[in-house]
């Protein structure tokens, strides 16, 4: 993991040394105050997006290795799966598909995760729900372990209008939050949404 420390009017620059990564001088930043935030924004936007990618582990997509954990949708590879069809694109460059109720997209984490799920981690998608989405609720995605029993993932309900992400804490106790509200309702309206779960 990498470490990023921003020190504000008075603070300590040798704890905010101490507290990053090195090299300091991509790690650590120091701002007068709240307001001189956007004065760094951009370069510490550059600095966190240069050291998730250099963090993520590489991944062979179609003979292709690529920084970062994906799941691509592929018309060959993914062609003959149930479930899965080609739609007509959404973005004029990009192919869209559709996931019917019966389709399972899956992956073995192994070629994503070697070790095991990090403890940090963010998972991110894009999504559109259409009319005749089920009204039960489904995973959007959620890591199995061998015997495919679910470890952590994230329920939609379209009946609640709700989203439900769940996991074991480090005890091994099953955990869950219900994010609910019209915020969420927001999910359930036919555009386009990019959740992210972390």
């Known amino acids: ?14 704890e905010l040394v101490n507290i990053a990564s090195q090299p300091s001088d991509r790690h650590v930043f120091f701002v007068d105050d709240l307001d001189a935030v956007k004065k760094i924004e951009e370069q510490l936007i550059t600095f966190v997006c240069e050291a998730a990618t250099a963090t993520c582990p590489s991944v062979l997509m179609s003979g292709n290795t690529m920084a970062g954990k994906t799941v691509a949708l592929k018309a060959k590879e993914y062609g003959t799966v149930p479930g899965v069809s080609l739609e007509p694109g959404s973005f004029n460059s990009f192919p869209c ?10 992956q073995p984490t192994k070629y994503l995760h070697p070790e095991g799920l990090p403890s940090d981690y963010t998972i991110s998608m894009l999504f559109r729900l259409l009319p005749e989405t089920p009204q039960e ?24 209008k709700s989203l439900t992400f769940f996991n074991y804490d480090y005890k091994g106790d099953f955990q869950r939050v219900i994010f609910e509200g019209p915020e969420i309702k927001k999910l359930f309206h036919g555009s386009f ?3 992210g779960d972390g």
Not at 1 to 14: C, L, V
Not at 97 to 106: E, I, K, T
């Open 137 to 160: 609720p489904f995973a959007l995605w959620e890591i199995l372990n061998k015997a495919k029993e679910p470890l952590v993932g994230l329920i939609l309900d379209n009946s609640e």
């Open 97 to 106: 598909y559709r996931l019917h109720r019966d389709a399972l997209v899956s």
């Open 193 to 195: 949404h990019k959740p």
């Open 1 to 14: 993991y990498i470490i990023f420390a921003i020190g504000f009017a008075d603070a300590d620059y040798g």
